[in-house]
């Protein structure tokens, strides 16, 4: 008999759940900064060991929302945690319980949900020090288990997984087996020139941009051309996009270009545009074209 399930990543922003999807699948396919609110929008990420399909559910980080599009990530992360089989809820280990993890918390125990407890990034701890949060994990009462994880290093992955396997519902699997996820490359493509924009820029600039394929040109020799537009609210924000003479917007190019290549494994010609939008956030297609649901 084989399993088959939804597992559903979610915490507080910059928790570490896009870096575990990409250490659980081993390849990218989540972005991942320094910066919080990176992941706007759910990325399942699928991988098959054994008897068991494991559905990876990456959410964007669950926070205090003010805008429309928090509100939009948000819900988007509350449903992917309502739709899963299994719910890991992942803690930073290298700090103290956030405001922002105690409201997760809270709202388990208000719906009556358990869940596995990932304490992330021990790598960067001492051991002793992870003891006092997973106590106060612990005392939630909404924690089944706990694991002391680090997607850097791969400690305690196969721990986790071989817990999530037992949970997993009995069933078919949903993919074929070499299937790594349902994301449509030109989502991939705009989301890694976005992870460029998090990793380059500064300040408001990541919050207030978001990007999107418009052409994708597949050539005899293998090649394929991109055309993306980086959306931002501003002129300001326009040239410090572009940077002094372009050089800021060819940088971005160029990475996103090497991880695309490096990824896909063929020749990329990017080209890239950046376009003011006032109120891009208030537009039901930005939405659409994340993935997110605008209604909110
Ligand atoms: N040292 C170390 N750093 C980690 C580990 N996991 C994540 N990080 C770092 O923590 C930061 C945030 O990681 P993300 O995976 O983007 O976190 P996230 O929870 O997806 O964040 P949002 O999408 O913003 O909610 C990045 O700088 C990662 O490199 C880990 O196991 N060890
Ligand atoms: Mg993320």
Not at 37 to 43: A, D, E, G, K, S
Not at 153 to 182: M, Q, R
Not at 237 to 251: A, C, D, H, P
Request: glycine share 8%; aromatic share 6%; charged share 25%.
């Amino acid at each position: 008999m084989t399993r088959c399930g939804f597992v559903a990543l979610i915490g507080a922003p910059n928790a570490g759940k896009s870096t575990l999807l990409n250490a659980m699948v081993g390849t990218k396919l989540a972005i991942v900064s320094p910066k919080v609110q990176t992941t706007r929008t759910r990325v399942l990420g699928i991988t098959t060991s054994g008897e068991t399909q494991f559905l990876f559910v990456d959410t964007p980080g669950i926070f205090a929302p003010r805008r429309r599009l928090d509100r939009a990530m948000v819900a988007a992360a509350w449903s992917g945690a309502d739709d899963a089989d299994a719910v890991v809820l992942l803690v930073d280990s290298t700090e103290r319980l956030s405001r922002d993890a105690k409201s997760i918390i809270e709202r388990l125990k208000q719906a009556g949900r358990k869940v596995v407890a990932a304490l992330t990034k021990i790598d960067l701890v001492e051991p002793a020090r992870l003891l006092p949060l997973a106590q106060a994990l612990n005392d939630t009462g909404v924690v089944s288990d706990i694991f002391m994880i680090s997607a850097r290093t791969n400690n305690g992955l196969d721990d986790l997984k071989a817990h999530l396997a037992s949970v997993l519902p009995e069933g078919p699997f949903l993919y074929p087996d070499d299937e790594l996820s349902d994301q449509p490359w030109r989502r991939i493509a705009a989301e890694i020139t976005r992870e460029q924009l998090y990793l380059q820029l500064d300040q408001e600039l990541p919050y207030a941009s978001t990007v999107e394929t418009e052409a994708w040109e597949e050539f005899d020799n293998g090649s394929v051309k991109i055309s993306q537009v980086i959306f931002v609210m501003r002129d300001g924000q326009k040239s410090i996009v572009l940077g002094k003479g372009g050089t800021r917007i060819r940088e971005i190019g160029r990475q996103s270009r090497l991880q695309l290549e490096d990824l896909m494994g063929r020749r990329v010609h990017m080209t890239l545009f950046v376009k003011v939008r006032e109120n891009w956030e208030e537009d039901r297609e930005r939405y659409t074209e994340m993935g997110l649901d605008f209604s909110g």
